[in-house]
């Protein structure tokens, strides 16, 4: 069993930067494709990046630039380091682990970012 454990959320005004952790509890990380999620308010969850076992990234549009996603595979996290925070960026921010054989799929519990003046 997996557990996904997301700390790092908070308020900050529009063009300042936090930077969220995902510590994954379990065994075998490294195997697992790895993604922040993130559901704004009233809106749908949407992929905000995404990083391979082997570490292929890859950003929404919306983000490109401004956030980095990292991982590290000795530690068994992964990041996003989030830059020049805007209003639309305001949602819940979900840390996911993804395995296709066998099939699992793993949430955290999620973390608020509200970016305001």
């Known amino acids: 069993q997996v557990q996904l454990v997301e700390s790092g959320g908070g308020l900050v005004q529009p063009g300042g930067s936090l930077s969220l952790s995902c510590v994954f509890v379990?065994?075998?990380?490294?195997?697992?494709?790895m993604g922040w999620i993130r559901q704004p308010p009233g809106k749908q969850r949407e992929l905000v990046a995404s990083i391979t076992p082997d570490g292929t990234i890859n950003y929404a549009d919306s983000v490109k630039g401004r956030f980095n996603i990292s991982r590290d595979n000795t530690k068994n996290t992964m990041s996003l380091q989030m830059n020049s925070l805007k209003p639309e960026d305001t949602a819940v921010y979900y840390c996911?682990?993804?395995?296709?054989?066998?099939?699992?799929?793993?949430w955290g519990q999620g973390t608020q970012v509200t970016v305001s003046s």
């Open positions: 379990g065994s075998a990380f490294r195997v697992y494709h």
């Open positions: 996911n682990a993804n395995l296709t054989t066998p099939r699992r799929n793993y």
